[in-house]
Every structure is written in structure tokens, then in C-alpha cells.
């Protein structure tokens, strides 16, 4: 059987353009969850994985190879977990696939581990112009934290994470909340005990 995993960071983005090249005979697993968090430790990553080891899927297409992860470590360890369970990996936007004619197919090797690389350390600068950005609106005093000795109500702390409060209704882990969010584990804590 085939399968199609799709990834999107958060519950705003669409995943039409993902689903748009998926075929009658492909059952669909998607994930609303931030590409920093391991493949193997998601939703439907997992169940994705597990459908493979129980041999009900053994074809897998994703439009990108970034919707499998941001790291190349996570992504390298993907393709190894698919290729030794004998599974075709069909990135769309490249038009290649993992095996041809049921060997390993190398040129897919080099071009993957090529686009993971350029993945990671695209999310490296996108973190990098994040802090520098914050650095810059501190120096013009336009970015500020609340003022020492004030205290904040739980109404008023609550309406800055209504991102947060959302995916921890939906059932997510402090944890993953916490990397999808781009906040820290205790605020996310601080969060939950306040809802």
C-alpha cells in the first residue's frame, strides 16, 4: 500500500498543496507539528512507522524533503528506518525516488542528503535573523519585557499564548507545544497550570 505524509508547523498553514499530487490508492498521514520535532517522535510520524513495520506500507511520498524534518540527523535516520524496511521514499518536488527497481538508488543519497543540509541550516538562519531582529528592536527600545517589581494578571500572561493554549486543548505534549510554539518548556508549564 501507499502512503502520503504531510507536514505543516501550525494549525494556520494549509496542507492542500501537499495533498494536491495525492493519488486514490495513497492513505494519508498528516501532522501539524514544527519540522525541529524527530519524525519518529510525532502523531502520525509514528503511526506512519508503524504501519510500515506491520508491512501495510512499503511506498511513501512526501512534496518536500523538509516536511520529514529541519535536522539532518532526523532526516538521515528517516531514510535509513524506510530503506531498511524496504520502503520507496518518492520526494515530489525533486521527481526521484529512494530505489529503482528495488536497489538503492545513490544519486537520491547524495541529491537528499544535499536538500537536508540546506533544510537545517535554513532554520539556522531563520533563528539567527529571529535573535538578531530582537537584539536590534532592544537596541532601538522598542522591544520590551515587563518591568521589575510589576506583576502581570493570569488573564493578561494567558492572552500572549493563545497559540500555546490551543495545542495543549488539542492534546499536545508540553514538550512538543513548547518547539512548535517557539517558547520555552516552562512557560508552556506555566500555561497549563494557568488554564
Excluded at 57 to 63: A, K, P
Excluded at 103 to 128: D, G, P, T
Amino acid at each position: 500500500m501507499k502512503a502520503r505524509y504531510v507536514r505543516v508547523s501550525t494549525g494556520n498553514q494549509k496542507t492542500a498543496r501537499q495533498e494536491a499530487r495525492q493519488s486514490n490508492d495513497e492513505k494519508i498521514f498528516v501532522d501539524i507539528i514544527s519540522g525541529a520535532i524527530p519524525f519518529n517522535e510525532r502523531k502520525q510520524g509514528k503511526e506512519l512507522m508503524k504501519a510500515v513495520e506491520n508491512g501495510k506500507i512499503d511506498y511513501v511520498s512526501v512534496s518536500s524533503i523538509d516536511r520529514l524534518g529541519r535536522n539532518l540527523f532526523d532526516i538521515i535516520s528517516t531514510l535509513e528506518f524506510f530503506r531498511e524496511n524496504k520502503v520507496v521514499l518518492k520526494v515530489d518536488n525533486l521527481g526521484i525516488e529512494s530505489m529503482v527497481n528495488g536497489e538503492e538508488n545513490f544519486a537520491f543519497k547524495l541529491i537528499i542528503s544535499v536538500m537536508a543540509s540546506i533544510s537545517e541550516m535554513e532554520r539556522l538562519n531563520l533563528l539567527e535573523r529571529q535573535r538578531e531582529g530582537i537584539a536590534i528592536a532592544k537596541a532601538k527600545g522598542v522591544y520590551k519585557g515587563r518591568e521589575k517589581g510589576t506583576v502581570e494578571s493570569d488573564e493578561d500572561f494567558l492572552s500572549k499564548y493563545k497559540e500555546v493554549i490551543k495545542y495543549l486543548k488539542k492534546g499536545f505534549s508540553i514538550r512538543n507545544t513548547a518547539k512548535i510554539c517557539n517558547v520555552s518548556i516552562t512557560t508552556v508549564q506555566k500555561v497549563k497550570n494557568k488554564i
